[in-house]
């Protein structure tokens, strides 16, 4: 371990560990921009010098290229480096076309920061600046090359980390350029993370542009509810309005990077179409009025043909707090049919991966890039759960074996950053490897009993889930012993249901009596719903997810719940004719036009009560009490123990 002296501070660090790092671990920042922690060392930009006063190497070096060795004394602030890193700012702003003030970087620029922080602020530079032209990278990226300080983050992401072959670098001295090889959008299905990557503002999120700064965004921390990874994110809003998503660090489940889908995906979150109003046979009412007319409708139809006729319906799109209390409203309502999925398919693969998964065998990233080989059974990897693929390139990249298993062809689209050998069957794999072997399976192909071969094999296991909490909805399912909705009504044991979060194919709706339903987007049941109660979408709702390893992890409401301000229509400012002449309208409102939205564990408590049940303190009850202390910016927590305890 070696231990070294970095401004009169004593540190000792792990074996490998650069000077910039281990002056960080003692809180000191070293001013850097290609620099980061999940690419391999560029030392590209000069800007990370410190002094060396004394042990093995001396003099001005770059701490970022600089393993920390035996007897380094370090200084940070010595003027020699101070001047270095001067020298190196004013360089690197020679040719920038110094746009701060209408930049939509602007707030969130490293190169910002550290020319302020560098002290350069009068420009000795009087020739002519280079400049370049952007290209069109596609309807998520915004280009603008001359803001580039050449630090090669965004070629050593793109290529070396995430595999893309479309995007590099070309050019020569001063004028190398980043950017596509040919016209075109960008390929990678991980290209938004440039936006996070670049250290300036060369690439930003054309979705969200000149919205808002940086210190507007309202933000919490969250978990991305696309697939069932559960990816660490921060929604950021502004005017109830989700503007941008940028990735959160967690290195237990997604390290520092999300996926496009992640990132572009959320125009659902602010489409002024939402359903946002309760409503009674068509007409709009009060929330209260909606749930006294869906209890009394529970209530009427229990009594007529008997509480195992009905079911409360849910899905994997649900909070765990809204699932543990759909049990709970299923109780109240007298012994009414639980559904957590519609599918029978999807509950017997999620609940055989919650029966099978276990501390010891479920695999998480970390293991994943570890791996010596992987089996990916029947699986596009790119569709199911994006952020595993880069895992696997890692281990690839390692010297792993991949191997794809009895799957169709994966659509070129979805070409995996990593080569694999497709295989008939898992016994054409090497399982002797045991611990070190992953398979990972598709959520399509969850044959329970295939599912506990692997499980017998000595691999770890990933097992995909359908939807951001299908693991939940698995071991739900499980503990209460439920039916998927299509069993029940093949078998015409249900006559009536109730719906939340649950997409029921239209399908299978007819026949049946749809007694109340409380969602967040449009669908048949909502349509079909003689009551409705609209709920919140994960951004406007606190809640917990447990993801594909196991792991539960809490979501915290980012913004309110309501339209979002732009496009808001006339109606709402107070009339039609103030709403022209008022710009920003200063027409003030007690209430937020369409924020009527409730969580939908909230709506279940308020019919629990209803119904005649004790009213709900808190929805993480019994064994489930042990995540209520759940910290929303740590590394989550996995729920093994919590589920065998009891
Ligand atoms: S485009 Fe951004 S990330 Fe890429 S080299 Fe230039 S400044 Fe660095
Ligand atoms: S891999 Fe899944 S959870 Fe992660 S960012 Fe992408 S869609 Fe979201
Ligand atoms: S951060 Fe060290 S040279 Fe760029």
Redesign the pocket.
């Known amino acids: 371990m070696p231990k070294l002296i970095i401004d009169d501070i004593p540190v000792e660090v792990a074996p490998g560990t650069s000077v910039l790092e281990a002056a960080r671990s003692v809180g000191i920042t070293i001013p850097h921009f290609c620099y980061h922690p999940a690419l391999a060392i560029a030392a590209a930009c000069r800007l990370c010098a410190v002094k060396l006063l004394d042990g093995p190497v001396k003099g001005i070096q770059m701490s970022c290229a600089l393993p920390a060795q035996d007897g380094m004394v370090v200084s940070t602030t010595d003027p020699e480096a101070l001047k270095m890193r001067a020298l190196v700012i004013e360089w690197l702003m020679l040719n920038h076309p110094h746009d701060c003030p209408v930049c939509d970087e602007g707030g969130e620029c490293l190169l910002q920061d550290f020319t302020i922080a560098g002290g350069h602020s009068r420009r000795r530079y009087q020739g002519k600046k280079r400049t370049f032209q952007n290209q069109y990278l596609g309807e998520g990226i915004h280009h603008e090359m001359n803001r580039c300080i050449e630090c090669y983050r965004c070629v050593r992401f793109y290529q070396d980390y995430a595999g893309g072959t479309d995007f590099g670098v070309t050019g020569s001295a001063g004028r190398v350029y980043f950017g596509r090889f040919q016209e075109g959008q960008l390929e990678s299905p991980f290209s938004g993370n440039l936006v996070d990557i670049c250290p300036t503002g060369v690439f930003t999120d054309k979705t969200g542009r000149f919205r808002a700064r940086y210190w507007d965004y309202q933000f919490a921390p969250s978990?991305?509810?696309?697939?069932?990874?559960?990816?660490n994110?921060s929604p950021q809003n502004f005017q109830r309005e989700t503007i941008k998503i940028v990735?959160r660090r967690n290195d237990q489940?997604?390290g520092w990077f999300?996926?496009?889908?992640?990132?572009f995906d959320k125009g659902y979150l602010n489409d002024p179409q939402r359903p946002r109003e309760p409503r009674l046979d068509g007409a709009t009412c009060g929330y209260d009025v909606a749930v006294d007319a869906a209890a009394k409708s529970i209530a009427e139809f229990v009594r007529k043909n008997g509480a195992d006729s009905l079911a409360v319906v849910g899905s994997p799109r649900l909070s765990l707090e809204a699932m543990i209390l759909l049990a709970r409203l299923a109780r109240a309502a007298g012994g009414a049919r639980i559904c957590y999925f519609g599918d029978a398919a999807q509950q017997q693969g999620s609940v055989a991966a919650a029966r099978l998964l276990h501390e010891e065998n479920s695999a998480h990233i970390r293991e994943i890039e570890q791996a010596q080989w992987v089996a990916l059974h029947a699986l596009d990897l790119i569709e199911e759960?994006?952020?595993?693929a880069l895992a696997v390139r890692k281990a690839f990249l390692a010297g792993a074996q991949i191997f794809l298993v009895d799957g169709n062809p994966i659509p070129e689209r979805n070409t995996p950053p990593f080569k694999y050998a497709a295989v008939e069957s898992l016994d054409d794999v090497p399982f002797e490897g045991g611990g070190k072997g992953i398979v990972i399976c598709g959520a399509g192909r969850k044959d329970p009993e295939l599912l506990a071969h692997i499980a017998s094999s000595g691999a770890k296991l990933v097992i995909l889930q359908p939807g951001?909490n299908g693991f939940a909805a698995g071991l739900l399912a499980q503990e209460h012993a439920t039916s998927p909705l299509t069993e029940l009504v093949a078998a015409r044991q249900v006559r009536g249901v109730v719906c939340f979060e649950a997409d029921v194919p239209e399908g299978l709706l007819s026949g049946l009596e749809v007694l109340a339903s409380a969602d967040w987007r449009r669908g048949p049941v909502e349509a079909k719903s003689p009551i409705f109660l609209p709920t919140t979408t994960w951004v406007e709702s606190d809640g917990t997810a447990i993801?594909y390893e196991g792991r539960a992890q809490r979501f915290q409401r980012s913004r309110v719940a309501g339209l979002p301000l732009k496009g808001l229509d006339p109606k709402y400012y107070g009339s039609a004719t103030e709403a022209v002449t008022l710009h920003p309208p200063r027409v003030h409102r007690k209430d937020i036009p369409g924020g009527a939205e409730r969580d939908a564990w909230q709506v279940m408590a308020q019919l629990i009560v209803r119904l005649g049940g004790e009213p709900v303190v808190e929805p993480l009850a019994g064994k489930w009490s042990a995540l209520r202390s759940l910290d929303p910016e740590g590394e989550g927590v996995r729920i093994f123990d919590i589920v065998s305890g009891e």
Not at 385 to 388: F, G, K, R, T
């Open positions: 978990v991305c509810q696309h697939c069932s990874v559960g990816c994110t990735g489940v997604n999300i996926c496009d889908r992640a990132r759960a994006p952020m595993l951001a993801n």
